[in-house]
């Protein structure tokens, strides 16, 4: 008969998730269903809850309010975690959104609290994006905050949504606004593709048997060769220009008082105005040039996906042995 794995023998995984439409937790839960079935491994998920839960589907106005706090990275007040203080965990799954730009509020929370820092310090973290399909500013950001509570980032994996960036503009606000995942008749359904939330579990097979291994304990990466993350360089420069002004912006609506104040309205609306003025020129014209000039651009191009890619990567190497 096999024998039962003690408790203190077995590897301990925390997954951390906050999910407002439930994409994200669908794609926790199928990525780390065979950690969950495997006897050797317990697995505790930790739901984060905001103190003042953030709307699904959003008014127009919250989803506005939600910028500036968003875009600089300020945190949003959390629930106490249902963790034991004196939790230890052999590895963290951090399961995180992009706001403006930015990890989400309640990560962002989560990540510069004192169980956030206790949690993590020296663990090995490997965190898992699902967004509409800009992420590079916010991994930057992602890699600064682990850094600062001296947690181990040993793997990046990137679920987006594929269909064309300009559809992907006004499907992905829509869905937000009024709960419905296909809005436009015509147009793709907003959000990551049912089929690539299943195949996530070829990562938490990978990962169950580099657990096996003891593989946590080394630099990593864990994931690599199972096109964890797939990076488009050619977003990067709509990337950088929109966290400039993101950040101007922020500050400007911030004098209009602090979340809910009705001057903060006025600026909204006119950040409002921007936005949409924006999406409507700069970022066409700047995927256009970016593809004109892509040529010449070649060598800057791969260095920036070669970055935003690591560690995991994009190779595909090893994708026939944990496909199951
Ligand atoms: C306020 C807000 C801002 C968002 N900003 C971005 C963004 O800058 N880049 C992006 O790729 N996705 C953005 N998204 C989409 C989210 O990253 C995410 O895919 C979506 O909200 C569903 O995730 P969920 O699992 O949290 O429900 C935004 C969503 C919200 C609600």
Redesign the pocket.
Known sequence: MPRVPRLSDMKKVLVLV??????????AQSLTAPLVENPGIAVHVEYLRPASP?P?P?SLPR?LD??PE?ALGIPCELAPPALPPDAEFDLILLFY??????P?PPVTAFLRSEAGRRLLAGKPVVTV???????MK?HERMVLLLAEIAARHIDHVVF??RAPTLATLLT?PL??LTGKRRPVPGLPPA??RDDDIQRAARFGHALADALAADRERGNGPLLGGLAAVEARPELMASENA?TRSFALWSRIVRLGGEPGAPLRLVFLTLFLVYLVAIILTVVPVSLVLQRLLRPLMKRRLAAIKRHMEWPSGSGTERMAHYER
């Not at 959104?97 to 930015?102: M, N, S």
């Not at 994006?129 to 992420?135: A, D, F, H, I, S």
Request: some cysteine; overall charge neutral; charged content about 5%.
């Open positions: 906050y999910s407002q439409t439930g994409q994200l937790s669908s794609i953030y699904f959003w989803f939600a910028f968003s959104q992009v706001w403006y730009l930015a989400s994006v699902g967004c509409r399909n800009m992420w916010a987006t949504d992905t869905w937000l959000g990551v929109g």
